[in-house]
C-alpha cells in the first residue's frame, strides 16, 4: 500500500480543491450536541445515507450505540421539499420512542430546497403531534457552509433558545463547555464542584457516550442536560463560553436576550488556560480557590518542572479544532515546545491570527492554515520534519510514512480506546497529556539511541 508516500514536497497554492479535509460536516457536530440533552433523540433532516454517515461517524469515536432518526427523503421529497416527512416523522417518534425532545438538524438536500424548520415545528404544534410537556428544538446545519464545530455552536445556541428567564437570578453559573470528550465535561464538572461552584453544563454528553454497560438497556440514558434546565438558564449568575468558534454564539444570545453576562475563554486545556477558567469561575460566583484545587494545578507544575528538558525544543505538528488547536498550542508553547505546523479544517482568518499572537516572540516560525488540509500538513512535514504529530486518527498515515510518532487527540479518533473516559482538559487532564507526550518522545528516544545512550533512568 502506497499511503501517501506520494505526496509532491513542493507545495502549491490551491483554491477550488481539498485534499484530506481536516475537517468533517455540520450535521455530526449538531447531532453530538444533541446527544448532550437528555432524553434526547437526534433526528437528521435530510436521507438515510446521510443519517447513516453521521451516527457512524460518532459511534466509531465513542464506541457507543448512537441512536438517531432520519426524515428519509426519496426523489420527491428532494424536489417538493420534506415538510411532510418531518411531520410525519414526529408524529412517529413521539409516539414509537417517547424522548423528552428531538433535536432537528437539517442537511445539504433540505437546506438547498429550503425547508422552513419553525414553521414546520409551529404546523406540528397545531396539529397535536407533539405531545404536552415535550420539546422540539431545531438548528440550521448544512453541510457546504462551515463545519462540524459550526454545527455543534448552531446547535448549541438553539438549546440556548429554550431559556425561559422568570426575572429572578438563581445561584448558578452556565458553563458552554465545547466539543470536548464526555471524560472532558465529567472533568468540568468535577472541577466546578470542588471550587463550590453550583453550575449547568450544556450540552453533557457524560454519561450518555461513556455509559456503563449494566446488561439492561436503555434507550435514553440517564446522563445530559435536561429541558427543565435549560429553561432556566436564563436565569443564572454569568454564562462561561469555553472556546470562540463552538460555544460564544449561545452565550451572546443569552446575554443580549436574557441579560445573563457572559465570559468567553478558551478551553482549559493546559496549565494557563485551566488557571483562568478557574479565576473567572470563582469570580462570577463569589467563592475563593480550595487548598484541592492548589494541590491539583502544583502537581502538574511539578512534572513540567521534573521533565522539562525533554520537552525543550521539539517540534509539533498539530491539527484538529480551532478552539482546541489554540489551547493546546498555548500549552505546547509554555512546556518549551515548538508548534510549527497547525492546521484546521474549519475558515476563519481570526485563527490563524490568534496562533501567530501565541507563537510571537518563540525561536521558531509557525506555519498555520484555517480551511487548511491534511495534505498541505504533510508536505510541510516532507520539506521540515518535526518530533511529534499531535491530531485525530487521519494523521495516522503521515506517521507511518513519516516515521513519526502520533498523539491521538481530537475528533475523530477511530483505532484507540479512552478518550470517552479519561479528561485531557484542567489540572489532572494536563498531567495525563504530558504522559502521553512523553510516553511517545521517550518511547522513540529508547528506540533511537546508540547502546552508549541507552539509559535505564530517565
Not at 445530559?224 to 449568575?237: M, N, S
Not at 449561545?250 to 443580549?256: F, G, S, T
Request: aromatic share 8%; glycine share 8%; net charge negative.
Amino acid at each position: 500500500m502506497a499511503l501517501l508516500r506520494h505526496t509532491p514536497v513542493e507545495v502549491m497554492e490551491r483554491k477550488s480543491l481539498t485534499i484530506n479535509p481536516a475537517k468533517t460536516c455540520q450535521p455530526i457536530g449538531a447531532m453530538y450536541a444533541a446527544l448532550g440533552i437528555h432524553g434526547c433523540l437526534p433526528h437528521s433532516h435530510g436521507s438515510q445515507g446521510c443519517c447513516a454517515y453521521h451516527r457512524s461517524a460518532l459511534t466509531r469515536h465513542y464506541k457507543e450505540p448512537v441512536s438517531a432518526s432520519t426524515s428519509s427523503f426519496t426523489e420527491g421529497a428532494s424536489v417538493f421539499g420534506g415538510h411532510a416527512n418531518l411531520l410525519q416523522a414526529i408524529n412517529n417518534i413521539f409516539t414509537v420512542y417517547d424522548p423528552e425532545v428531538i433535536a432537528v438538524h437539517t442537511t445539504c438536500l433540505s437546506e438547498t430546497i429550503g425547508d422552513d424548520l419553525n414553521q414546520i415545528f409551529d404546523k406540528a404544534q397545531k396539529e397535536g403531534k407533539v405531545p404536552a410537556g415535550k420539546t422540539l428544538v431545531g438548528a440550521s446545519t448544512p453541510s457546504y457552509v462551515g463545519s462540524h464545530v459550526t454545527g455543534f455552536s448552531n446547535m448549541v445556541k438553539s438549546m440556548a433558545m429554550l431559556a425561559e428567564p422568570s426575572g429572578h437570578k438563581s445561584h448558578k453559573v452556565n458553563v458552554i463547555p465545547g466539543w470536548v470528550e464526555p471524560s472532558d465535561m465529567g472533568e468540568i464538572k468535577r472541577l466546578c464542584a470542588m471550587v463550590g461552584v453550583d453550575i449547568t453544563l450544556f450540552p453533557d454528553t457524560d454519561g450518555v457516550l461513556n455509559a456503563p454497560l449494566t446488561g439492561e438497556y436503555k434507550m435514553f440514558p440517564d446522563g445530559g442536560v435536561t429541558i427543565e434546565e435549560l429553561k432556566k438558564t436564563g436565569d443564572a449568575l454569568g454564562t462561561l463560553a469555553l472556546g470562540e468558534w463552538c460555544s460564544a454564539d449561545a452565550a451572546r444570545w443569552l446575554d443580549a436576550k436574557c441579560k445573563v453576562p457572559c465570559t468567553v475563554l478558551d478551553m482549559p486545556f493546559g496549565l494557563a488556560a485551566t488557571d483562568r477558567f478557574i479565576d473567572v469561575l470563582r469570580t462570577v460566583a463569589g467563592v475563593s480557590v480550595p487548598e484541592s484545587v492548589n494541590l491539583e494545578r502544583g502537581q502538574l507544575v511539578d512534572m513540567i518542572s521534573d521533565m522539562h528538558q525533554y520537552f525543550y525544543g521539539k517540534r509539533v505538528a498539530i491539527w484538529g479544532d480551532p478552539d482546541q488547536l489554540i489551547s493546546m498550542c498555548e500549552f505546547l508553547v509554555s512546556l518549551d515546545m515548538q508548534p510549527v505546523y497547525v492546521v484546521t479544517g474549519t475558515p476563519g482568518k481570526a485563527f490563524e491570527r490568534r496562533i501567530k499572537e501565541i507563537c510571537e516572540g518563540q525561536p521558531f516560525e509557525v506555519k498555520v492554515k484555517a480551511k487548511g488540509d491534511m495534505f498541505l500538513m504533510h508536505q510541510w512535514i516532507k520539506n521540515e520534519p518535526v518530533d511529534l504529530l499531535i491530531g485525530n486518527t487521519y494523521g495516522k498515515y503521515i506517521a507511518r510514512d513519516e516515521d513519526i510518532p502520533l498523539l491521538r487527540w481530537g475528533f475523530p479518533i477511530l483505532d484507540r480506546q479512552g478518550h470517552q473516559y479519561f479528561p485531557t482538559v484542567g489540572y489532572k487532564g494536563g498531567l495525563r497529556l504530558l504522559e502521553k507526550i512523553l510516553d511517545l518522545l521517550l518511547d522513540r528516544k529508547d528506540r533511537d539511541d546508540p547502546e552508549t545512550k541507552f539509559e535505564l533512568v530517565l
